[in-house]
Structures are given as C-alpha cells and as structure tokens.
C-alpha cells in the first residue's frame, strides 16, 4: 500500500472521503494501525500523558518525540506520519523552531509536524512551509496551554471565541498549513470552520462536521489511559483489562507452578560433569 501524500488528503476533503488519524507512540502501536488501515499516524505529545504519565503534554520533550517517532516510523513504514512539536520547541525564534522540525523529520523520520496556535504561530507555520516542511495546525482546546486556558474546557461557545478561531483557522490556511486539529471545539463552530477551508480539518472532540476525525490510541482501546472516559472518546476494546487479567494468570500459574510446564522446559541429554564429582 501506498503512503497518503498532503495532495490526496485534500482531494478526500473534495470527495468528502473523511480521513482517519489515530496516534501511536511506538512500533506496536503503529504496525497494528497500519495494518488497520488507518489514514495518517499522529505521534501526538499526548504520549506525555499516556505513555509517560505525566499530568500535562508541558515535560515532554523534542527527545521524547524523535525516540518515540522513529519506533512508530519503523513500525508503519507506509503510512503518513506527523509528530507534534513539543512545548516551546517553535515560537521561539525561527532558527530553532526550523531546526526542531527538521530533527523531528530526519532523526524521527516523521512526514509533517504538528504545532498549536493560530494566527500568533503563522509566521512559523509559513516558514516551515516554505523550508518545505509540511505543517499541521492544532487550535480549540491546546493542552500545551492549559494552564492558560485554566483547564480542559470546551472551546468557542462565545461569539468572540468562535470568530477568533475561525480567524486562526483562516490565517494557518494561509501561511500553508496542508491541514489543522480542532480540538474540543462546538460542533456548529468546527462544521463552519470546516466549510469555510479548503484544508482538511481534522476533528476531537469537534463533533460530526469535520474532514476527519483523530483519537488517542490508549483511549479508544482503554488501554490504562486516563482519558477514555470523556464524553468524545468512543472505546473499541477493553485493552487495558485483557492486559490485567492475562497478568494475573501469569503470577498465579508462576505461584502454582502450572507455569512453565512441561512443553515450556528444555530436556537436556547432556550431563555436566561437575555432577558426577557432587
Ligand atoms: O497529542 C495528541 O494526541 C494530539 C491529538 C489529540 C490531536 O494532539
Ligand atoms: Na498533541
């Protein structure tokens, strides 16, 4: 199968052929994606809170993504990924935020980058583009902000949000972004946002009028995540305790000794000869 290219994923907007993003974070994750027939990768910084356990994407590091991109680029060699820019890795002057991405794609081996902001990054975004870095946005609900935004809140339901958000989405079109995430947004408001771009937008949380939609790998499979509770995920599979009780089974057959038997044991002919002089 052939990787999707920015140019297809625009044309599946035009087709209204929705786009299908999950995250992973390392091979496993990425090869069973793949083979899942996901559209793109996301190696999202939500891996601080999922993979890491810390309590904010704000710790993670540009290491933490290279190391964790090149495990899910080894894992899914045929699928379009982007790798998000950790906190303050970009809007820190142009020469390091070229230079973050460009080690997120070499060392990481991702196909795009993924920032959040609007209008105040579109100077980045712009240059990165032009560097011929493909750049994904993220606006809504940013959780590299959260303490800015005073929590995890749903986004836009103002009048003067909402028109601030379609002028982020409206100004990252314009500096070249191939696409954008809008997270926990109204769905009136990122039906609008979607319609009013010709980039495909990509939902969480923002309800059914989106070009695509993007959830978090250890939500949808409750896979010890913490998160897959909210009202936004929808969970496929029960992961996390198919993990647990085959652990359990696993101590108690050690305990008992059902475990290893006979099957598991390697019967050696030989006999040292250290034995004999016991
Ligand atoms: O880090 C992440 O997983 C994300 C998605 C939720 C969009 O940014
Ligand atoms: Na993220």
């Given at each position: ?257 059902a475990f290893p038997g006979e099957e598991h044991s ?13």
């Amino acid at each position: 199968r052939k990787r999707l290219t920015i140019t297809a994923m625009k044309k599946m907007k035009q087709e209204r052929n929705a786009i299908s993003v999950v995250t992973a974070y390392d091979y496993p994750s990425a090869k069973l994606a793949e083979e899942a027939g996901i559209d793109v990768i996301l190696v999202g910084d939500s891996l601080g809170n999922v993979v890491l356990g810390y309590d904010t994407t704000i710790p993670v590091t540009i290491d933490d993504i290279v190391y964790h991109t090149r495990a899910v680029a080894r894992g899914a060699q045929h699928t379009f990924i982007v790798a998000d820019m950790p906190f303050m890795t970009y809007g820190i002057g142009r020469e390091s935020t070229l230079r973050n991405a460009a080690k997120i794609m070499q060392e990481g081996g991702a196909q795009a980058v993924k920032l959040e902001g609007g209008a105040d990054i579109a100077e980045d975004v712009a240059a990165l583009v032009k560097a011929g870095i493909p750049v994904m946005g993220h606006i809504g609900l940013t959780p590299q902000s959260v303490h800015q935004l005073g929590g995890y809140k749903v986004q836009g339901k103002l009048d003067q949000e909402a028109e601030r958000l379609l002028q982020d989405a409206k100004a990252l079109e314009e500096a070249g972004a191939f696409s954008i995430v809008l997270e926990l947004v109204t769905e009136p408001l990122a039906t609008l946002i979607s319609e009013s771009l010709s980039i495909p937008v990509i939902g969480i949380g923002a309800g059914r009028g989106c070009d695509g939609q993007v959830l978090v790998y250890h939500d949808i499979l409750q896979y010890a995540s913490p998160y897959f509770e909210k009202k936004f995920v929808k969970t496929y599979a029960d992961i996390g305790s198919t993990i647990r009780h085959a652990i359990e089974s696993y101590v108690a057959d050690v305990k008992t000794g059902a475990f290893p038997g006979e099957e598991h044991s390697f019967q050696a002919q030989a006999k040292p000869a250290a034995v004999d002089s016991l």
